[in-house]
């Protein structure tokens, strides 16, 4: 066993040897029996056997495990010594490259953040050499590893991978990545699988439209459209949602929806009652499932699928009634009012409008007479109650600006009026005879798209533009005969105009809930998932798609 003073000779003779160090093997073994010694002869070989180690393949499989074993020595400044050179045994040999980033991935579940950092460079290193070799060791570990190291390959890979040059990930690099990434969607878990679109997401094949088209593919193998939907299983509600909502960034006019469309029609919205909430909180599942639905909507493509635009229309109708009966006055007998819940309309109705583009006939047919009849009445009556509604928000936001929109209060005044204005507008469309379906909305939920124009100047000198705000100058005295009082629009008297359908009282606790279906809900849950980790299914977030 070398002492420190025989490893410095040996690393002398080494050194002076410079292309010939291979001559002298003896040394080298010298080196390598350090491994054996204490502290201060293992710092020394953790740093000579990587140094010389390219002049002795025949030694390369001893030099590697004496390496390695400094690498789980019981003192961290041995460990730490030992990762921050183990890419030095790659250079000029990179069919070591696979090998040494599997046990780097192995390393990284360390609980010393200097020795993780240490780990994490080194990886990142042995990217530079051999991207494709680095990504082989560690999806070797993803693949067969136990759940601790999967996990935080998985992170490294989301986190790390992307402060690399781009240069980094040539299309081989990428081909590979891809083809990786598919065997471990294979089997994972909601976290991993959003972790991996993540992943693939960015790279930079995946920006076109092909690459967009496969990413949408994965997602709906993940989502198994060809299975029956199971409504009363949280875990398959979560994961049909999880995967309408990775794929929906990819949808475009080249990049169409047509087949996630077509298995909400059939499969969910028939059962949206039934749907169970996969997640702990108190949000409302079936506004999410809709609003997710009218989304894709957006981006369907052909579609002659009657069967499909039916039960979307059956569903809306069932959150647009008829008027209550006796309103006409001959019947002396008080009525309940329904219920407008007009978030739920919003999403059915856009979603209908954009089916209903495809099938123009589904109103229009001369068999559907009595529906086109029925429905306009139910447009009629939903439009008036639609109506008072945004007179009372107007009433309530007008005049607030700046702080004051911001309460909690304004903000959902404020998102109410955008709902109700965006049914107004498609009730429109629909109440055209024939109906038509040239509207374009922007979903409440969604930001407003900027219009972005080259300039903001008249196109002719001494027009005064049209603006909708207190800062309007003011208008110039009419000569001649004046105009009297402008006389405001009396709404009809009878049947169908003194009961339009209650909207909240803005004072009253449950105010929103005449257009959430509800009490107002959060959104997307920030909770984790349920359940272990388990192969061959989905259980909550920790199991398996």
């Not at 990428?174 to 990434?181: G, T």
């Not at 009961?499 to 509800?518: E, I, R, T, V």
Request: hydrophobic share 35%; aromatic share 8%.
């Amino acid at each position: 066993m070398a002492t420190v003073e025989q490893l410095y000779k040996d690393f002398g003779v080494l050194a002076d040897a410079k292309d010939k160090a291979s001559e002298h093997e003896k040394e080298y073994e010298s080196i390598l029996s350090a491994v054996k010694g204490g502290t201060n002869e293992k710092r020394l070989a953790a740093q000579f056997i990587p140094r010389f180690f390219k002049y002795f393949p025949g030694l390369a499989e001893h030099a590697i495990d004496s390496q390695l074993d400094l690498c789980e020595d019981e003192d961290v400044s041995i460990r730490r010594q030992a990762i921050k050179e183990l890419p030095n045994l790659c250079k000029g040999s990179s069919e070591n490259i696979p090998r040494i980033a599997d046990v780097l991935t192995q390393l990284l579940q360390t609980d010393d953040a200097t020795e993780l950092s240490i780990v994490t460079t080194s990886l990142l290193t042995l990217f530079k050499l051999d991207a494709k070799g680095t990504l082989g060791g560690l999806f070797s570990q993803i693949l067969s590893g136990d759940e601790t190291v999967r996990e935080k390959a998985i992170k490294f890979m989301t986190t790390k991978m992307r402060t690399l040059p781009s240069e980094t990930f040539t299309k081989e690099v990428e081909d590979y990545l891809v083809q990786k990434s598919k065997e471990v969607l294979g089997d994972v878990t909601g976290e991993e699988f959003i972790a991996f679109m993540k992943i693939l997401s960015a790279v930079s094949s995946m920006q076109t439209v092909t690459g967009r088209q496969q990413l949408v593919d994965i997602v709906a193998e993940q989502a198994d459209l060809e299975a029956d939907f199971q409504p009363t299983d949280a875990d398959s509600v979560d994961k049909l949602m999880q995967c309408m909502k990775q794929a929906l960034p990819f949808f475009s006019k080249n990049v169409v929806s047509t087949k996630f469309v077509s298995y909400m029609c059939t499969q969910v919205i028939p059962v949206l009652s039934s749907l169970v909430n996969p997640s702990e909180d108190d949000s409302d599942i079936q506004l999410e499932v809709l609003r997710l639905f009218a989304e894709l909507c957006t981006f369907t493509g052909e579609w002659e699928d009657k069967n499909g635009v039916e039960k979307v229309f059956d569903k809306l109708l069932e959150y647009m009634p008829l008027p209550p009966e006796g309103e006409d006055g001959e019947n002396d007998q008080p009525t309940d009012e329904p219920k407008l819940q007009f978030s739920y309309v919003e999403c059915l109705m856009s979603s209908f409008h954009q089916l209903g583009r495809k099938c123009p006939d589904f109103l229009t047919a001369e068999e559907n007479t009595d529906r086109l009849k029925d429905f306009r009445i139910r447009l009629q009556y939903f439009a008036r109650g639609c109506q008072m509604y945004m007179k009372q928000l107007r009433l309530a936001v007008q005049g607030k600006k700046g702080e004051e929109l911001k309460s909690e209060e304004n903000k959902i005044k404020v998102v109410a009026l955008k709902i109700t204005s965006n049914i107004n507008t498609l009730i429109k469309d629909l109440f055209h005879n024939p109906p038509s379906y040239k509207s374009l909305i922007t979903l409440s939920w969604r930001p407003v798209q900027k219009q972005h124009t080259e300039s903001t100047a008249q196109k002719r000198p001494g027009i005064t533009p049209i603006t909708f705000d207190d800062s309007s100058p003011p208008k110039k005295a009419m000569h001649g005969k004046q105009r009297g009082p402008r006389q405001m629009y009396q709404p009809p008297s009878g049947k169908f105009s003194t009961k339009a359908g209650a909207a909240p009282n803005f004072g009253d606790p449950d105010y929103g809930s005449g257009f959430g279906g509800g009490n107002r809900r959060g959104g997307w849950r920030s909770g984790g998932y349920r359940g272990n980790r388990g192969r061959g299914g989905w259980r909550g977030g920790r199991g398996r798609y």
